[in-house]
């Protein structure tokens, strides 16, 4: 799939695309970003159908959002100059979205600049996270604070990559998927509706509509300055209990499962301000419910949710800003709304997960 902003490559069986790669670049050095469980279930197979990446350095982290920081990506910049990674040198990203927005934070920026690809393994980063260049790292509180717009050589997908994932982290990346049909493509949402249960394999069947959705979506507006910002139906407020759960949760809640209590708590604000049908509103929270066994914050914790609020980067002159729905299949951007109807919205998800 060619796009003006990176190509988005399903891989063959013998992964003959990125074998080119390879043979096209003379890389000086070629570095692996993993974590223990993409380690443990990918490095294998691409060793196997790739033998030079034998000779590859592989860098290693904790897997988790909370090592999506600028002292892991320091601790990375030391092990590249340790190792010898020049400008001529390749970051393969081996991993899910935590790998992926990392490692292209931290190759973006190594010697202001080295290429990178991204081999997502969860269905979170081929549908969503791997696409459309943004990197980044949480910082304090906040999710993806730092970060830039940089764009990957190129994104290479193998959907058997997620067969090893946790059900949990099927259901996070489902999130992401349904939210492409809720803002461009009813029909896309219909046969996403009707699926009564998801897996890995169910789900393996959507990946390519997710992706053009995204790509298209994002390459009308690589810097996020007008319909890119439909892709954040749900994160204002999915974002802010997403970093609530980081701060208050032994066990936090993952992306999607955030982001899917974002998009009916914004569901409902699409109904408010934008005309939302009741029916349709009904339908998205009905489908998330079944899929989804969430336990919200508690009620007393939205003044921490609004507080983080404040704080997300569509915002403008002291307002938040959300990206709604008008009906499913149309977004809608730049909506404003006041603490008294997110509070509101909040309250409605509450009663909608008990
Ligand atoms: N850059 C973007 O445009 C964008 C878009 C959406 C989400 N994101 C980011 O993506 C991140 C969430 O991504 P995620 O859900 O992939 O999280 P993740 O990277 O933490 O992966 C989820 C879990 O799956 C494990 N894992 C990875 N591959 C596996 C495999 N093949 N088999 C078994 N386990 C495997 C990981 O180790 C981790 O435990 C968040 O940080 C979010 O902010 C970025
Ligand atoms: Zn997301």
Known sequence: MSSQLHPVTFLSADFGQLINLLQDNSYDKIFILVDENSMQHCIPLL???IS???HAEVL????GEENK???????LWISLAEQGATRKSLLI????????DLGGFVASVYKRGIDFIHIPTTLLAQVDASLGGK???DHGVLKNQLGLFSLPNNVYIDPSFVNTLYIRHVKSGFAEMLKHGLIADKKYWSKLFALEDVNAKILSDFVSRSVEIKMKVVSGDFKEKDIRKSLNFGHTIGHAIESYSLQHDTLPLFHGEAISIGMVAEAFLSKNKCDLSETELTQISEVITRHFEIELPPADAFEELWQL?????KNERGKV???LIRSIGKAEIDVNCEREEVMEAFNYAKSVFK
């Open 93 to 100: 990203n081996l991993g899910g979205g935590v790998v992926c």
């Open 52 to 54: 030079d990446l034998r």
């Open 309 to 313: 609020m404040q704080h997300d980067k």
């Open 47 to 49: 060793m196997t159908k």
């Open 321 to 323: 800003n959300f990206a």
């Open 60 to 63: 290693e982290i904790e897997s």
């Open 135 to 137: 990197v980044g790292v």
């Open 69 to 75: 920081t600028l002292e892991i990506a320091e601790q």
